[in-house]
DNA sequence: AGTATTGAGGACTCTTTTATCCTAAACTAA
DNA sequence: TTAGTTTAGGATAAAAGAGTCCTCAATACT
């Protein structure tokens, strides 16, 4: 399984781009949406949900589309996490069991606990200004590799 | 989104309640079921997973069920993990980009990939007896708690 | 042999996630 | 005002996960 959902990760290259493409002007999600590679129907639906969560601010129209409601470095990736698959992933249980961690903790208890707050650390910490200044750097890449460009890094490995 | 599937999760449990249940005899599964309150097709389902993997020896008819092929000591959680669910929790990205870490690393790989380190070596130490005396020796459960339960828990608690 | 028990495994249903499509509403610019 | 652009949001479809049900095969016991 997957840490996060695919609207989860969808979201946060999508902030990550946002963030790298500048902070001033409202992005349209189709670019977005072309410059990521996915269905802009589909991200629309995603970042309609960071709206309503106030991270983004939207606007309609010609000249619209999204832009954070915070400087970029002020949005922390959890806060997307949390708008987008809620906070359970931080919260709960290795075993899915329910009340836990309190009276009657499971065998696993003690070392996930430790885990998860080592998980939630490393969301709180990381903000989109440093996320996209990283990318910017090394020229790394938000898009999911197609067999092709796989194939194409092969290539230039060998040589 | 949870760390590991359901099917999973039961998989896990069934397997350190069978810890506890002792190794030598076969176990009806139907009777697993019944402890751990799960539908017993289900977790018939998922035992024969364990089995094809060969964690488990299976056996039909009267005084059947199933059982380890190794002594518990040695089947550790991250085996159970990789038959059903697979490795890919310990091994994909945190964005789900593929062909990732190679080339062009995405913004979050070295943290992520320290943490996936974690995660592994924590699946990869703990085993079926460890878990299964950490049950027996603090009383703990492995059943969901009902709400029934939770409610009892509580008005123990004000006492 | 006959019967009851138990895992194997396929077919099917239900739910959630993922994704697509269409229309409405808000907005810009000419 | 009109035409075009862009987000909002509902309806729908496709895919995956979770769970149920039924039949078959293997086994033990009488
Ligand atoms: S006791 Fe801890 S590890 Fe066990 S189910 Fe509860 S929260 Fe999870
Ligand atoms: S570079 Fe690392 S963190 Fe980024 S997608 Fe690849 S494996 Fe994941």
Redesign the pocket.
Same mark, same amino acid.
């Given at each position: 399984?997957?840490l996060l959902?695919?609207?989860?990760v969808?979201g946060i290259r999508a902030a990550i781009l946002m963030a790298i493409k500048g902070e001033r002007d409202?992005?349209?999600?189709?670019d977005i949406a072309e410059e990521l590679n996915l269905?802009? @129907?589909?991200l629309? !639906?995603i970042?309609?949900q960071l709206?309503?969560e106030g991270l983004l601010l939207? @606007?309609?129209?010609? !000249?619209?589309?999204?832009k954070f409601s915070r400087p970029a470095r002020e949005i922390k990736l959890i806060e997307i996490v949390a708008a987008i698959d809620g906070l359970e992933l931080f919260e709960a249980c290795a075993l899915g069991l329910h009340g836990c961690g309190t009276a009657t903790p499971c065998p696993l208890h003690e070392k996930w606990a430790k885990h998860t707050v080592l998980l939630r650390t490393l969301f709180e910490t990381e903000d989109l200004e440093k996320l996209a200044s990283n990318v910017g750097d090394a020229g790394l890449r938000l898009r999911t590799l197609s067999q092709l460009d796989i194939l194409e890094f092969n290539k230039n490995k060998k040589k």
């Open positions: 399984m997957a959902s695919k609207s989860c969808y409202y992005l349209s999600i189709k269905s802009a @129907h589909f629309t !639906k970042l309609q709206t309503q939207s @606007h309609r129209g010609p !000249k619209g589309g999204v």
